[in-house]
């Protein structure tokens, strides 16, 4: 990051936040928590709901006039100019089941005065806290991107063939999204399509060069908002799948570390035109075959 911490406006104060955030999660964790569910395989935990009023009480006493967005629901000041989307615990399922990849994800948002409601101003701050591994991801929009306050930068990689990528799959309409084509396209194209779990780490994965892309269909602004920044503050991109401007509501994200992004852009548009897939068997013909190998 260009400058010393102690220059920046928002960070300081939201890494605090996304701390003490990140302890209540490890102590909820370490007890476990009952899932609950909010629809089809859509979970939520007490866990969540008492880290998002956490989250919400400590943004508004550091700064008062800012809106916050968050995923259990809060709703407050959204008039304002500054704006932040929050997830309090991203990573829901992973979190449910003991299974120890998930974040904290605040993203600050500045919306000029007039700006109509469903458009987007810019993403001017961005922390991700791991509690788990005591990571966290900080930018401020045009100050670079750090991790445990080291500068960090995304990876040189320049094909797809020697790429390490993520994605995810949503938990509502499942059965609406062709995602499994892409991962499956994906896979067979790179060293491997990894789905942790928490859509807000993959992108700090990006930004820190653990991971060459990620992309998922339908995400929320409240997971995509500070991993956005994050990306582009380590020197990455972030577009949708057409290679146009990202949008917190364009439910497309596809985020790289910019040297392979044509190639993905180019990828997503020869799939979504039903060319250039790669033939695998089905179950079906792969029995046959097998019974085949057996009967000699
Ligand atoms: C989920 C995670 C996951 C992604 C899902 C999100 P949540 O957020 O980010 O990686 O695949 O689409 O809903 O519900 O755990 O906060
Ligand atoms: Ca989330």
Redesign the pocket.
Known sequence: MSGSAADLVWVPEASAIAREAGARLREFFAHGVETEYKGDV??VTVADRTVEKLIRTRLAEAFPEHGVYG?VGTRERMEGEFRWYV?P?????NFAHGFPQ?SVSLGLEQRPAGIAPGQDGRIVAAVIYDPMRDELYAAERGRGAQVNGKPMRVSRIEELAESLIAT????RKRHDSPNVHFYHEFTLRSHGVRR?????L?LAYVASGRLEAFW?F???PW?TAAGFLLVEEAGGRVTDFAGGPFQLNSREVLASNGLIHAELVGLFQEMFAGRNLAPIPTPREFAERRAARAAG
């Open positions: 859509d979970l995923e997830d615990l991203d990573g829901t399922t998930f995810g799959f949503p938990s942790a779990g928490s859509a807000a993959d998922e339908n995400l929320n997971d």
